[in-house]
Nanobody, 121 residues
């Protein structure tokens, strides 16, 4: 069974940096895209960034210039490097993957369990 596991969350002061990692495991044939979403306190889950298998990345306006997404295809891992963190970045970060399971013909969406990030001021 396919699953996504995140790590790297924690508490950091404003202006600091943090790096999150997400690893997909299981019977995976291919990954079309991976990304990160943030659910801030009292708000709905929103896209932070994603990247396709062709290398095209997208970022929310609020994180452009501060966050960077990258992937390690050999390890089925996505990394989110977060710099110049702000209190508004606080919340639970969820990993996302669009992937094809081994034996399947079409891709499906998968979500991690989330890793909390708190940025203090």
């Amino acid at each position: 069974q396919v699953r996504l596991v995140e790590s790297g969350g924690g508490v950091v002061q404003a202006g600091g940096s943090l790096r999150l990692s997400c690893t997909a495991s299981g019977r995976i044939f291919s990954i079309g895209a991976m990304g990160w979403y943030l659910q801030a306190p009292g708000k709905k889950r929103e896209l932070v960034t994603n990247i396709t298998s062709s290398g095209i990345s997208n970022y929310a306006d609020s994180v452009k210039g501060r966050f960077t997404i990258s992937t390690d295809n050999a390890r089925n891992t996505a990394t989110l490097q977060m710099n110049s963190l702000k209190p508004e970045d606080t919340g639970v970060y969820y990993c996302y993957a669009l992937l094809v399971r081994r034996g399947a013909l079409t891709p499906d969406d998968y979500w991690g369990q989330g890793t909390p990030v708190t940025v203090s001021s």
